[in-house]
């Protein structure tokens, strides 16, 4: 295996990554700032009231996305593995 073909497997590696940790992290986010908007405008300051909803949408937005992420994952997987024969073939 070339030092080129470990630069693309590690490149790939990282946007499955962002692919797979995207849909948490924007809906946590995204949550988090309307739930602070609704405390700084009601001027309630309650912890939990920030934490519920965000765990609700994060196990949402993980069911709606549970689909793509898996064959996001399989594909990468599979094309690793493909290269990884590749390589012991030679």
């Known amino acids: 295996m070339q030092e080129v073909d470990v630069a693309v497997v590690l490149r790939d ?3 499955v990554v962002l692919k797979l940790a995207a849909p948490g992290l ?7 700032l309307v739930v602070s908007l609704i405390q ?3 001027q309630i300051n309650e912890s939990t009231l920030a934490f519920v909803p965000k765990v609700l949408a994060l196990g949402a937005a993980l069911m709606l996305a549970g689909p ?3 064959a996001t994952l399989t594909d990468f997987t599979h094309g690793l593995l493909d290269r990884l024969i590749a390589v012991g073939g030679q």
């Open 40 to 42: 700084a405008v009601t």
């Open 68 to 70: 793509f992420m898996y």
């Open 13 to 15: 590696l990282f946007v």
């Open 26 to 32: 924007l809906t946590a986010m995204g949550v988090g």
